[in-house]
């Protein structure tokens, strides 16, 4: 719907443009040039910048309409490292001329993409001890090594998680640097924060200047987005870490002793393509190793999508990319960032909640979740008030601003659904509206997800099922109470469970990959922050801090980016591809109670979710330091696979950055969608008359265990589906050789009794002495 919407919107703008003849308002495009053409003028010119700039003075247009003075088009970047290109503001008419010059293979206008919003690694297993990943000495010689970029909103550098006491001399290999701006100097980067740069252009073209009183024109981050995630992932140990005391403990980066480099190109929360482009392109330029990215765009098919033109170009670089999947959840189908060479991140509980707990004047008492802080731990049993009772407007249920009667709720708890405005505002307005309580209740897509806000007024959070209790007693007891009381942090609960907001499969985009790949912790983490950014972002509240808890696929990703860096610091020569697989195959699919991982989402706890919630499990970091075997992809395979997914040579040529030819139709039926070596798999059936009722796939795992091995097969089948291996034992006779297997899959007439958007699941397992190496199965009826 998005996506029809903005073709709408596009359409439009077309139209108007040509209503208007010459228009002198310019867009910025990002234009997609044949690398060969490129190579073969840089002889000509020094820089691909100057020939970029001769064909612009191209598109310009010969109009001799004197009454409209054209604006000259504006070069604003230059991308060379991961995609081959420049952006660029132009009028509609410099667009139409330039798609027309050889060597321009797309061009496309300029889109915005939006971040997605201590005790998190002992959860991961994470111990400081002798064998896992946290052993002392693979900390300080090795994962000092390895250096983690952030595209996000800049970093705060003198936060104390950023310190680089203990630290080596940076690797000698980086060629980053520390860029002055606004409040930003080349001080402030030390051995920790090693590099530091930002990319305005595309976001200015669009919104005009940076207001340099509101936020820093420079990598200084005054949001905390970046803050926050750069030390997820890779923040210095902090002891006595907290949020007004909760969640106290040792604040520290899943790989704490790698560095970090920022690349700032997110702007008051928005971060243009071209910018991010840049970013990227600087990034793997500068020798960062991994670079982790919270942000998601719209779903389109990638040679469309310069993030993950970029990706890929990162990916042939060597670089590990991890992306947030988007809080988009629980709808099906909204998963973002979905091209096969990146890591999609989906995001679920810990064990740690922070109780806030509700008792009704009937003696009904529900758990909820709150950060609300003060020496007041209790209210007093307060009148609730709720819709009608409380301002009688259309919207009120849900506490929008001016929504409230104060002669209605002065003194009184007031009901809000979860749902449209911040649930921190909304405690605004009951505040404001002279409220003393604020019980916030899901509504049914939020299920029983208990995301936690530091509350600017006693307040907590309730599921869907309390939600409707209370709602009840409400209609029938005018006169019924509640109380609202604060346990601060509780341990022990019922976890990992994938979060509601959490965004799912399977892909619009790309049917042929299971997405999200993994999930990790993205509910109530607790990292770093700048203390000049308010902890709810509401500028009436004053109240600032170290360190913020906040929930999001924005948190998740950089947890997977510090796992990441830790494999590739024991690993140095692995491909990101064998450490993406790494990482799903060693991943857990049961909770801490021993049943399969649930959905939070689904009141029921006995949902259990499915790979297009969480991919292939949760992460499991020391299980995917020694993984056993690995599933390795070159960066020709990816193309293959375009080619497979019926890309034109055109669209591969544009990923690729090179003159590209898929095969022939005969050679195409050798390498199917599902031939791609991916660590999960995903099959299609159509129901068309004569669809193929089997599909045999191919894939080739490369040991890197124990010397002498052999691995059995085990066989967990999807419903309505045959699955069988050849062979089924793989026995390895040393490391670094590769054997390969094919995997049939066969439909069983009866399509699937799960029904769940007609799909159903399973798994595959090779299991050799400790290694248990696990990939899951979605099957999808069309
Ligand atoms: C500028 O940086 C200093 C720290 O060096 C900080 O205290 C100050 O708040 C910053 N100003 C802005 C506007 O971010
Ligand atoms: C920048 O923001 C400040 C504070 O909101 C405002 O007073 C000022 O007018 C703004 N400057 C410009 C150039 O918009
Ligand atoms: C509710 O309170 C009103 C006014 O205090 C009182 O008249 C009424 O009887 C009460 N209703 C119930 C069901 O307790
Ligand atoms: C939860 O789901 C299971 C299986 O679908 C069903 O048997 C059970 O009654 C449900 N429980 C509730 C409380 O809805
Ligand atoms: C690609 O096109 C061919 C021929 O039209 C078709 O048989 C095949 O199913 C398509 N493959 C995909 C992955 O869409
Ligand atoms: C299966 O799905 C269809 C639509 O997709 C729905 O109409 C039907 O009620 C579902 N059947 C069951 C048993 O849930």
Request: with cysteine; net charge neutral.
């Amino acid at each position: 719907m998005k996506a029809a919407c903005r073709i709408l919107w596009l359409t439009l703008i077309v139209l108007f443009a040509e209503i208007s003849t010459a228009s002198v308002d310019r867009k910025t495009y990002i234009i997609h040039m044949d690398d060969a053409k490129v190579l073969e003028l840089k002889s000509f010119y020094k820089q691909p910048q100057e020939w970029y700039e001769e064909i612009l003075q191209l598109s310009r247009t010969t109009s001799a309409d004197i009454d409209h003075e054209e604006l000259p088009p504006e070069l604003l970047y230059t991308y060379e490292n991961t995609m081959t290109g420049f952006s660029a503001k132009l009028t509609t008419e410099q667009y139409q001329l330039l798609t027309e010059i050889d060597g321009v293979l797309h061009a496309a206008p300029d889109e915005i993409r939006s971040l997605q919003t201590t005790y998190s690694p002992d959860f991961l297993g994470l111990e400081l001890d002798q064998t896992g990943l946290w052993n002392e000495n693979s900390l300080q010689q090795r994962a000092s090594d390895v250096i983690i970029g952030f595209v996000d909103t800049g970093i705060w550098p003198e936060h104390i998680s950023f310190s680089d006491t203990g630290l080596s001399p940076i690797p000698s290999r980086w060629k980053g640097t520390c860029v002055e701006g606004t409040n930003f100097s080349v001080t402030n980067c030390n051995r920790k924060l090693i590099g530091a740069k930002f990319f305005f252009k595309g976001y200015e073209a669009a919104y005009g200047r940076i207001n340099d009183t509101i936020e820093s024109r420079s990598a200084r981050d005054s949001r905390g987005h970046g803050t926050h995630t750069a030390s997820t992932a890779a923040g210095n140990a902090v002891s006595g870490a907290s949020l007004f005391g909760m969640a106290k403990g040792i604040a520290r980066g899943i790989s704490f002793t790698s560095r970090i480099a920022a690349y700032k190109a997110c702007w008051e929360g928005n971060c243009a393509n071209s910018d991010i482009l840049a970013a990227i392109d600087h990034a793997v330029a500068d020798g960062v190793d991994v670079l982790s990215l919270s942000l998601v765009g719209d779903a389109t098919p990638y040679y469309k999508d310069s993030a993950m033109v970029a990706s890929l170009g990162a990916t042939q670089k060597g670089v590990f990319v991890s992306f947030s999947a988007g809080n988009s959840g629980p709808f099906a189908s909204t998963v973002g960032n979905v091209a096969p060479w990146v890591m999609t991140v989906a995001a679920s509980s810990l064990d740690r909640g922070f109780l806030g707990q509700v008792k009704l004047s009937n003696g009904k008492i529900f758990r909820g979740s709150s950060i609300y802080s003060s020496n007041q731990k209790k209210t007093k049993q307060l009148p609730l008030v709720y819709k009608e009772t409380a301002g009688g407007k259309r919207v009120t249920e849900y506490c929008l601003p001016e929504s409230l009667s104060p002669s209605l709720v002065k003194g009184k708890v007031v009901l809000c659904m979860r749902g449209i405005n911040d649930k921190t505002e909304k405690g605004l307005v009951v505040k404001s509206a002279g409220g003393a309580g604020m019980i916030l209740l899901n509504t049914p897509s939020y299920g029983e997800e208990l995301v936690a806000d530091p509350h600017v007024l006693p307040a907590t959070l309730l599921g869907v099922s309390a939600a409707k209790a209370i709602k009840g007693y409400l209609t029938r007891d005018k006169n019924l109470t509640a109380s609202i009381s604060f346990y601060g942090t509780t341990y022990g609960a019922r976890s990992p469970m994938v979060a509601a907001f959490s965004s799912r499969g399977p892909s619009l985009v790309d049917p042929y990959i299971i997405k999200p790949d993994i999930t990790a912790p993205g509910i109530n983490i607790l990292a770093a922050w700048p203390p000049v950014s308010s902890i709810t972002h509401l500028s009436s509240d004053k109240r600032r801090a170290e360190f913020n808890i906040l929930s999001g696929t924005s948190m998740s990703c950089p947890h997977v980016s510090g796992i990441a860096a830790l494999i590739k610091s024991v690993h140095q020569n692995w491909s990101p591809a064998a450490i993406k697989s790494a990482i799903m195959t060693s991943a857990y699919t049961h909770d801490n109670r021993g049943h399969l991982i649930s959905d939070l989402s689904v009141s029921n706890s006995t949902q259990y979710v499915t790979p297009f919630e969480f991919g292939s499990g949760h992460v499991n970091p020391d299980k995917a330091l020694d993984p056993g075997l690995v599933y390795d992809i070159t960066g020709e395979d990816y193309l293959n696979y375009l080619c497979s997914i019926n890309y034109t040579n055109a669209q591969v040529t544009l990923l690729a950055r090179r003159e590209y030819n898929c095969p022939s139709d005969e050679g195409k039926a050798t390498f199917q969608a599902g031939d791609l070596n991916y660590p999960s798999f995903a099959v299609l059936f159509y129901a068309v008359k004569g669809g193929k009722t089997s599909y045999t796939y191919k894939r080739t795992v490369t040991n890197v265990g124990k010397a002498k091995i052999s691995y059995k097969i085990l066989i967990d089948e999807p419903k309505g589906v045959r699955v069988s291996v050849v062979p089924k034992v793989l026995k390895f006779k040393e490391l670094g050789e590769k054997q390969s297997y094919k995997v049939s899959f066969t439909r069983s007439g009866a399509k699937t009794t799960d029904n769940k958007s007609l799909s159903s699941f399973g798994s595959l397992i090779w299991v050799g002495g400790e290694y248990s190496v696990r990939s899951p199965i979605a099957v999808t009826w069309q």
